[in-house]
């Protein structure tokens, strides 16, 4: 089944630490996206990528880096800067960003400060 | 700048017992809007499409309208698996902006 694969579901980050949150996609779209989802808000645009090799930054975008190597893979590092981390992550993809088609999203990653 | 405002937060209702979620939107140069259902605990699914005023898409229980200003999701005698929170996502050229939900339980 075609679909959007995020790891781990939960994660805990300690003081001073870096994180890598994975998505793989299997539906040969050309754009991914990573959102932040917080209790009582609107899912927010963290990063996303049109092309290979290509990324943008979306609305929060501070605290946080992206890569995008591969068309299946954009992977989401939540760096030591991000000061309040924790919250659901989710990554979608959609055909392409200028078509207007529907994104589709994974089932996201819970991370929590330890 | 580009609001979305989704009401009520949240709604109780009873099996059977119809009503209609809101969204409300001040969006320069809307392209359509989308409909996305969301389970505890997992990303959003997609449900609907609409490009322009006027159009209606139906699902089962679901029907979606369209407006200038608003879309509207009308649920048709619910039933208890039709509990989650509904986000509603105005596109505006590039860009898709989401609501913050209404959370839906319909109690058996």
């Known amino acids: 089944d075609g679909g959007i694969t995020q790891s781990p579901k939960y994660l805990f980050r300690k003081e001073g630490q870096n994180v890598t949150l994975s998505c793989e996609q299997n539906?040969?779209?050309?754009?991914m996206y990573w959102y932040r989802q917080d209790p009582g808000q609107g899912l927010r645009l963290i990063y996303y990528?049109?092309?290979?090799?290509?990324?943008q930054k979306g609305d929060i975008a501070e605290g946080y880096s992206v890569s995008r190597e591969k068309k299946e893979s954009f992977p989401l590092t939540v760096t030591s800067a991000q000061k309040n981390p924790t919250a659901f992550y989710l990554c979608?993809?959609?055909?392409?960003?200028?078509?207007?088609?529907?994104?589709?999203f994974g089932d996201g990653t819970r991370l929590s400060i330890l | 700048e580009d609001q979305v405002t989704q009401s009520p937060e949240a709604l109780r209702l009873q099996e059977g017992e119809s009503s209609s979620l809101n969204c409300s939107y001040t969006?320069?140069?809307?392209?359509?809007l989308f409909w996305y259902r969301q389970d505890p605990g997992k990303g959003p699914e997609f449900l609907f499409t609409?490009?322009?005023a006027g159009e209606e898409k139906e699902k089962e229980r679901l029907k979606a309208t369209l407006t200038k200003k608003e879309s509207f999701l009308h649920i048709t005698a619910p039933k208890p698996e039709d509990s989650a929170t509904y986000l509603c996502?105005?596109?505006?050229?590039?860009?898709?902006?989401f609501g913050a939900g209404t959370r839906l339980t319909v109690k058996p």
């Open positions: 539906l040969n779209h050309d754009a």
């Open positions: 969006v320069s140069g809307l392209r359509g």
């Open positions: 979608a993809s959609s055909s392409n960003r200028e078509s207007n088609q529907p994104q589709h």
């Open positions: 609409l490009y322009s």
């Open positions: 990528s049109q092309i290979v090799n290509d990324f």
């Open positions: 996502a105005p596109i505006n050229n590039n860009d898709m902006r």
